[in-house]
C-alpha cells in the first residue's frame, strides 16, 4: 500500500520529567505514518539494551483472601474479578457457586448471585465453563459462561437472562460478554462451528466473532448483527483409525489435531476492537465493519507464517492483549514455559497514541497462562493504572489482587495528547 504522509519522530514518550524527579531512558524513536485509506502506521524502534524508554512497576495495593478460617476471605476457585466505579470489588467463586461483594478497602459488604435454577440464582458449571464477570455502568454486573447470560444490579437483583441460540443449520455459538462500556453498549466474542466428514475424517471449522450489541431492557439480542467483525478461525480434525481386534471385533479410536490459537484480541470498549497474531508484535485497531485504523509496530516485527502452515513453525511471543480505559495497550508476553505458573508475567505497554513506552513485570502469580498458552487467567484494567488480578498459591488456593502501576518517578498512566 502506498504511503500518503509520513511523518518522523524522536520522542521520549511523555512530558519532561519534574524537577527531582528521575528522567526517562534513551529516547524512543517513533516513525508515524498515514497510508492510503487513512490507516495510520505507528512504528516504534526496538527498545535499548537494559529496557525501553520508561521505567515502570506495579505496587500491591490490596490483598483479599486467606488461608484458614470460615468467613467470606477464604474463597473457594475465583474465576474472575470486577470493578465498579466506586471500587467495589466482585469476586466470582465458582469453589463457592457464588459472587461476593468487597468495598476498595476489602470489607465484605454481600453475596450476591449464588448457585441454583430461581430467579437471581447462577447455573454454576465445572472449570471449563469459563464463566465470567463484567461490570457495565452505572449498575450493571454481567454473569456468562458462555451457554448463559445474566445481569444483576450491585444489589443482586436480577436485571436479565438469556440462554444460547441457534444460527441456520450450524452447531450452537457459544456467545459471551467480555466487555462493556458506559454508552449502553456490550461486547461479547461469539463462537460458531460446523463440521463436515469426509470418510474416517471429520473436519470442525470454529469461528470467534467480536460483536457489539446495544443492551435491550431484556436483554442483547440473540442474533449476530451488522456490528462484527471475525477475530480467529481455527480447524480440527479427527481422523478415526483401527486400534485393536479381539473376536472378530474392531476398536476404533481417533487422532485429533488441533490448531493451535494464532490470535488474540482486546475490546477497546467503543468502536473498535485491537487484534494481532501472536507470532509479532504488531497490533491492529479494527472497526466493527471490518476497517483496519491503525496498526502499530515495535522493532522489526517479522510476518507470521500463514494459517495453513506447519505447526511447528508457529511460536507465540503474545500470551494475550488488554486495553485500559486510557486507551493503553498492555502486551502480556508468552512466557518461556507456560507450564510454570512461577514465571514472572511482563507487559510491553503502548500508550494511547500507540508510543511504546517500556515494559512492566510483576512477580505475582497474576495473569497466569494455562494449558499450553489457550487460556490467560483475566485481569480487570481500571483507570489510572490500577489493575484487580487472580493469584494461587502453592496449594491452588485463590487470592485478589489489586496493583497500580507507576513510573519510577510516580507518575500513572494518563491519556496523552497525540502530535500527529
Known sequence: MARATAAILLTAAGPAPALGMEAPHAPQEVTVE?????????????????GGPEEWRLVEELRLGQA???????????????????G??????????????????????????????????????DWASG?????????????????????????GNELSRAGGFLVGGQLP?????????????????????????????????????????????????????????LLDSRISTNTMQSRSESGGRITRGGIVRVSIPRRAWAFAGG??????????????????????????????????????????????????LSVSPEGWLWVLRFPDDPDNPGDHRVWDLFDNCGRYRGDVSSSVGIATVRFGGQMVDPIDFGAGGVIHGIARDALGLSYVLRLRLESAAGMRPTREVCPF
Do not use: C
Not at 498515514?34 to 537494559?50: E, K, M
Not at 466482585?90 to 459488604?109: N, P, W
Not at 487484534?275 to 491503525?294: C, K, L, P, S
Open 173 to 229: 455459538p457459544r456467545s459471551k460478554i467480555v466487555a462493556a462500556d458506559d454508552q449502553g453498549f456490550v461486547y461479547q466474542e461469539v463462537r460458531v462451528s460446523d463440521r463436515t466428514r469426509s470418510g474416517d475424517e471429520t473436519t470442525s471449522h470454529s469461528r470467534t466473532y467480536g460483536v457489539r450489541l446495544p443492551v435491550y431492557p431484556e436483554h442483547p439480542s440473540p442474533f449476530v448483527p451488522r456490528d462484527s467483525v
Open 131 to 155: 464463566q465470567a464477570l463484567v461490570f457495565q455502568p452505572p449498575n450493571r454486573l454481567w454473569i456468562g459462561d458462555g451457554r448463559q447470560q445474566l445481569s444483576f444490579d450491585s444489589l
Open 34 to 50: 498515514t497510508l492510503d485509506g487513512g490507516r495510520i502506521l505507528v512504528r516504534n524502534s526496538a527498545p535499548p539494551r537494559g
Open 88 to 125: 467495589n470489588i466482585y469476586v466470582l467463586d465458582v469453589g463457592s457457586k457464588e459472587v461476593r461483594v468487597f468495598d476498595r478497602d476489602g470489607r465484605h459488604l454481600r453475596n450476591m448471585a449464588r448457585g441454583g435454577e430461581g430467579p437471581g440464582e447462577v447455573r454454576y458449571r
Open 68 to 86: 484458614d478460617g470460615t468467613g467470606p476471605e477464604v474463597f473457594g476457585d475465583v474465576h474472575d474479578v470486577a470493578v465498579d466505579e466506586r
Open 271 to 320: 468502536e473498535t476492537v485491537w487484534a494481532a497474531n501472536r507470532a509479532a508484535h504488531r497490533f491492529h485497531e479494527i472497526t466493527f465493519v471490518g476497517d483496519t485504523v491503525r496498526t502499530i509496530e515495535l522493532g522489526d516485527a517479522p510476518q507470521p507464517p500463514p494459517d495453513d502452515s506447519d505447526e511447528s513453525e508457529f511460536e507465540p511471543l503474545i500470551a494475550g
